[in-house]
């Protein structure tokens, strides 16, 4: 199992980014998958999740400015991130849903938001 | 939304010592199927996060006897038995009962 996100990078206040994570080793459709970021030493913060069938959660800090999405055929798991505010600095990384929960993590990407 | 605390260790731990990191939910985990949805997870420095202990106290594929989770429906403690460097890290709880999935705010293990 392998999991690599993509697409970090410094962007301003108010603008957007699109992240990428490549799944590789599983049956990716058959697996929800989550992003979790970790600000600058700090701590873990679940961000969002998407079922095998699309359906979809956002925690409360980033619901109406992210977007999570899949491409089952490109095993491919999508963060579109709009309207980013500096508190959204952080590493954001991938992780496989399923039980156990967060068996695989990505490396991790970082998104800095700063003008 | 569930709120989880972990308690700190008093750093540095001697190695070979054995360590204990709790943990407290603001809801009990525990769900009407039996299982306790509660997991465990170390963030060695520099690296991604690694599940250790899922519903409690089961240990994740290839992680080392020395760890062990126990509790009850709000109150968990992970123990460290004969602490290593490799051991050195953030520990962190997690809740997946509800969402959103919230953790600990981390405790961490020095070494003496």
């Known amino acids: 199992v392998q999991l690599v996100e993509s697409g970090g990078g410094l962007v301003q206040p108010g603008k957007s980014l699109k992240l990428s994570c490549s799944a590789s080793?599983?049956?990716?459709?058959?697996?929800?998958m989550h992003w979790i970021r970790q600000a600058p030493g700090k701590g873990l913060d679940w961000v969002a999740y998407?079922?095998?069938?699309?359906?979809?959660v956002y925690a409360d800090a980033v619901k109406g400015r992210f977007t999570i999405s899949r491409d089952n055929a490109k095993s491919t798991l999508y963060l579109q991130l709009n309207s980013l505010k500096s508190e959204d600095t952080a590493i954001y990384y991938c992780a496989r849903g399923g039980i156990p929960l967060f068996d695989y993590w990505g490396q991790g990407v970082m998104v800095t938001v700063s003008s | 939304d569930i709120v989880m605390t972990q308690g700190a260790l008093p750093n540095p731990v001697p190695s070979g010592e054995s360590a204990s990191i709790t943990c407290q939910s603001s809801k009990s985990l525990l769900y009407s199927d039996g299982k306790t949805y509660l997991n465990w997870y170390l963030q060695r420095p520099g690296q991604s996060p690694q599940l250790l202990i899922y519903w409690m106290s089961t240990r994740a594929s290839g992680v080392s006897d020395r760890f062990s989770g126990s509790g009850s429906g709000t109150d968990f403690t992970l123990k460290i038995s004969r602490v290593e460097a490799e051991d050195v890290g953030v520990y962190y709880c997690q809740q997946f009962l509800e969402f959103p999935r919230t953790f600990g705010g981390g405790t961490k293990l020095e070494l003496k």
């Open positions: 998407i079922s095998s069938s699309s359906g979809t």
């Open positions: 080793g599983f049956t990716f459709s058959s697996y929800g």
